[in-house]
């Protein structure tokens, strides 16, 4: 059974940072294929892509995210983080980790909630 678990929401003024955590049970990331993204969703708003990262490490951003958000990879913790710098009011949402397993198919976390005070 695979499950991702994410961690690292709280409250953070605006131009502050954050870090999120995705961690992957029941897969092996250096073993089994996978596409790992990140998604937000704010209040009354769709669930939209804010990064992702492929096994090989390939990337694709948001642009309203980009310069200021980096992904990255520890296929040895099965885990996936996110660093957000300079976060903006318009950052606040519920953040969640999706796993896309070509093996095993799409999977996503509970959401953990970042909130931006301006």
């Known amino acids: 059974q695979v499950r991702l678990v994410e961690f690292g929401g709280a409250l953070v003024q605006a131009g502050g940072s954050l870090r999120l955590s995705c961690v992957a049970s029941g897969i092996n990331f250096s073993s089994d294929a996978n596409v790992m993204s990140w998604y937000r969703q704010a209040p009354g708003r769709q669930r939209d892509l804010v990064v992702s990262i492929g096994s090989g490490g390939a990337t694709n951003y948001a642009d309203s995210v980009k310069g200021r958000f980096t992904i990255s990879r520890d296929n040895a913790e099965n885990t996936v983080n996110l660093q957000m710098n300079s976060l903006k009011p318009e950052d606040a949402a519920v953040y969640y980790c999706?796993?896309?397993?070509?093996?095993?198919?799409?999977?996503w976390g509970q959401g953990t909630q970042v909130t931006v005070s301006s």
């Open positions: 999706k796993g896309y397993f070509p093996r095993f198919g799409t999977y």
